[in-house]
């Protein structure tokens, strides 16, 4: 199966300061999501994002988050001021052709000090 | 979005059969049932996808009667290997997953 590729695989942060988590490469694919996993929690669903736009987004992506796909292949999730709520695994996911299943990444662990 | 209902727990020893059932109760017509595998620290993984009857792959079966309202998962002679989160989901197409709580299944050797 494709596969999906996230950097950084952990990225520890001051509260207040900027991240950028990136799904890496992507080509030729159009439709994407950003989902978040709390430790010990359910996945959430952040926001998804068709043909370079949002088409959907959560309570949960506020202001302090934006995504962007800058050179046509990374796609990426800034959060613009992190709080220490905001610790979590991040996976990127690129949606499927045959059963409209969903290919997630491995997960980008935020840990926000 | 068509909510499911699925145990919180199972367990199970290396080599049995295991079943997950879940209900669905207020399913669309236009919608698959979908189950996808989460081990900690990992992205969720798509496990098999089915409208009705049964469907199998390598890794699992889906059996899904007549009237749609459930589903259950077959993983044949698991292993320690299949200990894992299990979510059934109601899938209408390219659009985002809403995830409960999923079944955590445990294996003993």
């Known amino acids: 199966e494709p596969e999906v590729t996230q950097t950084p695989s952990h990225q520890v942060t001051q509260m207040g300061q900027e991240v950028i988590l990136r799904c890496v490469p992507i080509s030729n694919h159009l439709y994407f999501y950003w989902y978040r996993q709390i430790l010990g929690q359910k996945v959430e669903f952040l926001v998804s994002?068709?043909?370079?736009?949002?088409?959907?987004k959560s309570e949960i992506f506020d202001d302090q988050f934006s995504v962007e796909r800058p050179d046509g292949s990374n796609f990426t999730l800034k959060i613009r001021s992190t709080k220490l709520e905001d610790s979590a695994m991040y996976f990127c996911a690129r949606q499927g052709e045959e059963y409209n299943e969903q290919f997630f990444g491995p997960g980008t662990r935020l840990t926000v000090l | 979005l068509a909510k499911t209902t699925q145990p919180i727990s199972m367990d199970s020893y290396e080599g049995q059969e295991v079943n997950i059932t879940c209900s669905h109760n207020n399913i669309a017509t236009n919608d698959y049932i979908t189950w996808y595998q989460q081990f900690p620290s990992q992205g969720p993984r798509f496990i098999i996808q089915?409208?009705?009857t049964k469907v199998t792959n390598e890794v699992a079966s889906l059996f899904i009667p007549a009237d749609r309202k459930s589903s259950t998962l077959s993983l044949p002679r698991v292993s320690l290997s299949d200990t894992a989160v299990y979510y059934c989901l109601v899938v209408g197409g390219a659009s985002k997953i809403i995830f409960g709580s999923g079944t955590r299944l445990s294996i003993r050797p």
């Open positions: 089915g409208y009705k």
């Open positions: 994002f068709y043909n370079n736009e949002i088409s959907e």
